[in-house]
């Protein structure tokens, strides 16, 4: 079976895509689906809220050197391809090859059928690997944080998936808007009231509130369901994921 490949993307940064991708991806794996989490940003934070620091192998040696992917497991039915800081040389690489925007697509190939869902980290530009988790992809999450200005920009990266389906991934679409960081302020309301009444069937039902316990769990390397599965931001991850799956 083909797997579900999202890219979890705003060129925002702090909006919550790290975060969205690793308690996604754990919720999806506690409904007994088979996830692959991919950390496609220099930065490594997926890698390391999962506790995976200074990895033997990384993405960059499957993207520039064209290493096989490598793969860890961090949990049941929970794999990861971990990055590290030396990604940050990778772009000035990728981009004066000739296939520099297909590597990831190229990569994921081979493993893509051991899995029902694979997410794809990105950082926070529309660089050169942002571009190869959308081409890798079908479907683009975009990350909103209910807050001031979290609409502009949006509209960006709607145009780019429209460019990349257009011309380089005929495969790619929107999958939906996800609101995160939800709270009761006047702004964080206006916010998601916007992104319903403008982006209408393309917000996911569910949104993300704001919880302390995120910050808690990432402190301590963990998901949020083993940190605590009974907090606020676990149901709404476990919503998530349940939307998806039931389309
Ligand atoms: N629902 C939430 N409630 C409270 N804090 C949150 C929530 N979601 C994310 N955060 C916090 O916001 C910060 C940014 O989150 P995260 O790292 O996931 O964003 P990002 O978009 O991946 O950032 P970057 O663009 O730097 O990669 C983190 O400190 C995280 O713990
Ligand atoms: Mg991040």
Redesign the pocket.
């Known amino acids: 079976m083909k797997p579900r490949i999202i890219a979890v993307v705003?060129h925002k940064?702090?909006?919550?895509?790290?975060?969205t991708t690793l308690n996604l991806g754990k919720a999806l794996s506690l409904l007994k689906k088979k996830v692959l989490i991919v950390d496609t940003?220099p930065?490594a934070?997926l890698s390391q809220s999962v506790g995976v620091e200074e990895p033997s192998k990384n993405i960059y040696h499957a993207l520039v050197e064209g290493e096989r992917l490598p793969i860890e497991q961090v949990a049941k039915g929970l794999h990861l391809v971990p990055a590290d800081l030396d990604l940050s040389g990778a772009e000035v690489k990728l981009i004066t090859e000739v296939n520099g925007y297909f590597k990831l697509r190229n990569a994921l190939n081979t493993v893509a059928k051991n899995y029902d869902y694979i997410l794809i980290d990105c950082?926070?530009s529309l660089g050169i690997l942002t571009a190869n988790a959308m081409i890798a992809a079908n479907e683009v999450l975009i990350?909103v944080q209910s807050q001031y200005l979290a609409i502009k920009g949006l509209d960006t990266i709607i145009e780019l998936i429209e460019e990349l389906r257009q011309n380089l991934n005929p495969a790619l679409g929107l999958m939906g808007l996800l609101l995160?960081?939800v709270n009761r302020t006047v702004v964080s309301r206006t916010i998601v009231e916007k992104v319903q009444t403008e982006y209408g069937d393309a917000a996911f039902q569910t949104v993300?509130?704001?919880?302390?316990a995120?910050?808690e769990s990432?402190t301590h390397r963990m998901d949020i369901f083993s940190y605590d599965k009974e907090c606020a931001?676990a149901h709404d991850y476990l919503n998530l994921a349940k939307e998806i799956v039931n389309g």
């Open positions: 705003n940064g702090g909006v919550g895509k790290t975060t940003d930065q934070n950082p926070p990350v995160t960081q993300i509130r704001q919880n302390v995120i910050v990432s931001a």
